[in-house]
């Protein structure tokens, strides 16, 4: 590149006036009109933010015997302190820095659902969140594969918004919804149960 910028100056060269000119002199003056704060996370670009992401996902599940990681991935209440652990954690590593930590928070409206997202919940603690719920009463196999589906999406993505039960693939089981299940006080449960689980890693415990 850089040999072909020099073959192109030097067709140049020929064109340059052999006449002397005068020197022409520029005087500007630049005035701070006003300070404005930048927010560093709204300057990444989604592809920076995506490579910090697969760089966590990766790290963090090197990582699963960490005290803090193994509070998240068994659904045990957070302090605000367990997750400026995590956040120092990644960045002491560099795995990412503040911005890119202050961005995965607003995305995904809390650090600690974050970290949820990218390392699951542990498969045993989802099925114990669901265990009383099964024990309660008889349930056909229709309604236990439901149930099982919901602990395989927690285990995937961590968390699981009550929406997605009238998405694929719980829709294949009740086109209708979860209603067209379980009973009223059951589907009730079963969102009680998802916002719970939720609630262990969005909320640090109040002091």
Request: some cysteine.
């Amino acid at each position: 590149m850089l040999e072909e910028v020099r073959r192109r100056l030097r067709g140049l060269v020929g064109l340059i006036e052999t006449e002397a000119q005068d020197p022409l002199y520029t005087d500007f003056s630049d005035e701070i009109v006003a300070i404005k704060e930048v927010d560093g996370a709204a300057l990444l670009t989604r592809d920076e933010f995506r490579q910090f992401r697969l760089r966590a996902q990766n790290f963090l599940k090197q990582h699963e015997d960490h005290l803090t990681m193994q509070r998240l991935r068994r659904n045990q209440p957070l302090t605000a302190t367990d997750l400026q652990e995590l956040e120092h954690f990644l960045i002491s590593h560099g795995i990412g820095n503040q911005p890119l930590i202050e961005r995965a928070s607003e995305e995904a409206n809390g650090f600690g659902l974050f970290i949820r997202s990218l390392v699951g919940l542990d498969r045993k603690a989802a099925k114990e969140q669901f265990a009383d719920f099964l024990i309660e009463g008889t349930h056909t196999v229709t309604q236990i594969q439901f149930i099982n589906g919901i602990i395989n999406e927690l285990t995937s993505r961590g968390v699981m918004d009550p929406a997605r039960l009238y998405d694929p693939p719980f829709s294949d089981l009740a086109p209708t919804g979860p209603e067209g299940l379980f009973s009223d006080s059951e589907v009730n449960r079963i969102c009680a149960l998802l916002s719970d689980i939720r609630q262990r890693a969005e909320l640090p415990l109040a002091a």
